[in-house]
């Protein structure tokens, strides 16, 4: 069900500290990576819960953590999602969940913030730094207040052991090692 928010500032406002949960049906995690050197796929996950702590007067006392179900996978093609739900790449009999938890939250300026965090995926935990940019701010009918944010990063599959492929005839692999990472999130504001 989609809600109407009013308008948002394009800054964020001062305030206290205050708690958002990660609204799951209003947000969204997507990747792109290369296929056979020459086209992008694309896939999204499904299943995103967390919440971000926001300082207002000062970010670098906030923090966000995200969890993605690694079995919500999906690109649109049944058969490729199921392989990416096997042990060859996200094994998420194993490993059910992929987690991004800040360590560092930095202000570049009023709409842009640097967030440095563990991102554990398939077992493995690297550090990362995500690019974000704040959305804005608005309230639902009813009166509950949302904020949104969309972040994007990086990271090499090896870096995680998903190291699966297939070399080319042609030169070059099957599945490229690069992958894109955006993070969309819509959060209702809880304290």
Do not use: C
């Not at 500032?9 to 990576?33: E, L, N, Y």
């Not at 971000?52 to 007067?57: G, V, Y």
């Not at 953590?65 to 093609?77: C, F, N, W």
Request: hydrophobic fraction near 35%.
């Amino acid at each position: 069900m989609s809600t109407t928010v009013q308008p948002a500032s394009t800054a964020v406002p001062a305030g206290p500290r205050t708690i958002w949960d990660i609204d799951p049906a209003h947000s969204q995690v997507g990747f792109t990576v290369k296929h056979m050197m020459i086209s992008k796929v694309r896939g999204y996950f499904t299943g995103i819960s967390g919440q971000l702590i926001l300082d207002d007067d000062d970010l670098a006392h906030s923090s966000v953590e995200v969890e993605i179900d690694a079995a919500s996978v999906s690109t649109r093609d049944d058969h490729r999602d199921n392989h990416l739900r096997s042990a060859e790449f996200f094994d998420v009999e194993q490993y059910p969940a992929i987690v991004f938890k800040s360590t560092k939250v930095e202000a570049k300026d009023d709409d842009e913030l640097r967030i440095s965090g563990d991102l554990t995926i398939h077992g493995q935990t690297r550090p990362i730094v995500m690019d974000a940019t704040y959305q804005g701010r608005g309230v639902v009918p009813g009166g509950g207040e949302v904020i949104g944010y969309e972040a994007s990063a990086k990271i090499s599959r090896r870096d995680f052991k998903m190291e699966f492929n297939v070399p080319l005839d042609s030169g070059g692999v099957l599945v490229g090692d690069d992958v894109n990472i955006t993070i969309e999130i819509e959060a209702s504001k809880q304290v």
